[in-house]
């Protein structure tokens, strides 16, 4: 997989050759200390274009996730933060104990009516990252021909999710469709962290010329602990088979799958553990749904150094998906699972991204989604084989190596922000506009 599959819609110019800084806004709901979903990718974009002298700033809300309430310790309307030699400005916004539709819509559009009143410097270029994607607004309320420029950074596919996740009507599943093209359209360069994004953004309407394909990286350390000490630590025996699903526990993820899978497990008394690590909306659900099973464990999340140690203590490491789910997203725990050296199982359609990213990787096998008894099958059979196993957890682990390298994705970033600050000094639009 390349870095860059398109184009951004402009050249670099003689100017950013000769390294000329650029001011840049980065507004986006997510931002350390969050340290899983989007955040860590746009924290690393950040660092990255720091690093390399220009001048950054960011608009953020209020870290929440994937626990869905505020972090101690974060009060009042706005705050104003220096993280890492960067301004960040945090705006308040409501977050919702439920997060279904209607709130996460209404928590949406506080943060982008909040992060649009903030002033300040006009930037040569601000980035909106979505999700959120009303984040799009704020970043349009920047955006001007010959002196502003707008990039998009879409970590998932808005208008899929709505589908996919019937969270919302058909109805209103559309409309997100024809607002998710109205935005993107308006953008002078869009980044997509799947190269199987783009087609969907090209039905949409947005020019395939604007879209970039920048993979997310792998933003875990590496497992330093013995891993029978870790498993001691865990509580999980050597002679039975731990299968972990790490991450958020949300609707697109569909546990129940998992939840089912060990059921299943105790029916056969199969020597097969499964453990969800990791906390979001549906944990207190799954749990409930869980009550009784004897080969299912819930785990709270782990400190940083300790996850990747969890991580490589397993024997299969679980991705599951909705049965509704196909596009929507690429799943960044890939890119922690490859780093961590063990097989893979995913239950995810042939045609989503977490399949093209096994497949690519061939780090594990793939099972179609809500099928219980044939995600414990895959698990029972890849763990089976030890020779097998082990050469699977390597090629994934070569795999994040070579192609999800951070440095490779900050360099992409460094250029596309380039690319779309060359268009403002040129004083010229890309075409389409």
Known sequence: MTLATARTGA???????????LDVCVIGMHYAPEHTGNAPYTTGMVAAL????????????????????VTPGYTGLRRHEVLDGVPVTRVRHPVPAVPDARRRVVMDAAFTAHAAMVGGRRPDVVVAVSPVLLTVLAGLRWRREGRTALGVVTQDLY?????????????????????????????????????????????????????????????????????????????????????????????????ENVVEAAREADARGAAVRFVLLGTGNQRARLEELGAGIERLDFLDPLPGDRFPDALAAADVLVVNEAATVAE??????????????????AASWPRSAASAELARADAGVRVDPGVPAALLDAVV????????????????????QSTLGAAAAHRAYCEWVAGLGAIVRSGKAPAGH
């Not at 607002?179 to 090209?202: K, M, N, Y």
């Open 381 to 400: 059979t890849t763990a089976g084989d030890g020779v097998a196993a082990t050469a699977a957890g390597a090629r994934g682990r070569e795999y994040a």
């Open 11 to 21: 050249s670099r110019s003689p100017e950013h050759e000769a390294g000329r800084p």
């Open 328 to 345: 929507m997203s690429a799943p960044s725990k890939l890119t922690s699972y490859f780093s961590a050296g063990r097989p893979v199982v």
């Open 50 to 69: 720091h690093d390399a002298g220009h001048r950054v700033r960011v608009v953020t809300g209020y870290p929440h996730y994937p626990a869905w309430e």
């Open 159 to 255: 208008s899929r999710a709505l589908a996919e996740t019937r969270m919302t009507s058909s109805r209103l599943a559309r409309g997100g469709a024809k607002l998710e093209g109205a935005l993107l359209s308006r953008a002078d360069g869009v980044a997509v962290v799947h190269e199987q994004f783009g087609a969907p953004l090209a039905a949409l309407g947005v020019d395939p010329a604007r879209i970039t394909t920048i993979p997310n990286w792998s933003h875990i350390a590496p497992p330093t602990a013995d891993r029978a000490a870790t498993r001691r630590a865990l509580g999980w025996r050597d002679d039975e088979v731990i299968a972990l699903h790490a991450g958020n526990m949300g609707v697109k993820q569909g546990l």
